[in-house]
């Protein structure tokens, strides 16, 4: 598998942590992605990251689109992730990640990448990530 794949132990399917997100989560946004995060202090999250995308039913009626959607979404987290794992290799904490896109309409594949480095550039500053912890 390449180095930057999106390997299964890296996905977030577990219900109960989707529901605690929703609930105890914090979030910001950088259009037209949201971020939705919480750290988590099991050791049973086999990846610094677990990651997953939603797309609202109600702007995106279409299946079509939401799935296209979704697939940039991912690729765009796919390809970015590494520079936040780099970040994250000197602590102890493991987050739970969920990425709703929040635009009207669907965007061109650059703008969701560019939103998707601003949205991992913005979480490792307002965490300090960019020191490691001793």
Sequence with gaps: MPKNGLRPSERLKSRRLIQ???????????????LVYLP??????PSPVQCTVSVPKRRFRR???????????????RLHKQ???QQLEGHDTTYAFMLLYVGKEPMP?????????????TFC??????KPTE
């Design 109 to 121: 594949y650059a703008d969701i990448e560019r939103s998707m480095r601003r949205v991992i550039k």
């Design 40 to 45: 988590v202090t099991e050791p049973t999250l």
């Design 63 to 77: 299946a079509v689109h939401r799935n296209r959607i979704r697939r940039q979404v991912r690729e765009a987290w």
């Design 83 to 85: 520079a936040l794992y």
């Design 20 to 34: 605690a997100l929703f609930k105890q989560g914090h979030s910001f946004s950088k259009y037209p992605i949201r």
């Design 125 to 130: 500053a307002r965490h300090d990530l960019n």
